[in-house]
């Protein structure tokens, strides 16, 4: 299945938004307990996490989104991808599927983003008789 460069970056960029996203959250997580450290118990804590809040929210639910239509995109790809061995193909599947963290950036690197795949992906070629 070939990509045009275009729609290869717009996948990876997506693709980056899904995999870096958790590791945003819990920094601003994080951040916001800073107010808290000197013992400063006014109201800008509690106002902190509500602006924050009203923000990470919707942006959790559009990330929980994009990830399953990037899934079924991955899945997609994984299945009419010829070039791959069968044994890459379900794990690259089993792996977007399980762990979409992992999976969907390196089925990216391996399939997508690299013009000719590693030869270890790659179907074996036929042995002629």
Known sequence: MRLSNTV???????????ALFPLGFVFIWLVSFF???????????SQLFDALFSLMFPMMCFVSILMYALVAFYV??????????????ILGILLVFFFPYIGMPAYYV??????KPP????????VAA
């Open 110 to 115: 391996l399939f997508i983003l690299l013009a």
């Open 35 to 45: 107010p808290l450290m000197p013992g400063a118990f006014d109201e800008f804590p």
């Open 8 to 18: 290869k970056v717009i996948v990876g960029v997506l693709t980056a938004v899904v």
């Open 76 to 89: 997609m790809h994984a299945i009419k991808n010829t070039a791959a061995s069968d044994l890459i193909r």
């Open 119 to 126: 030869a270890w992906a790659l179907r074996a070629a036929p």
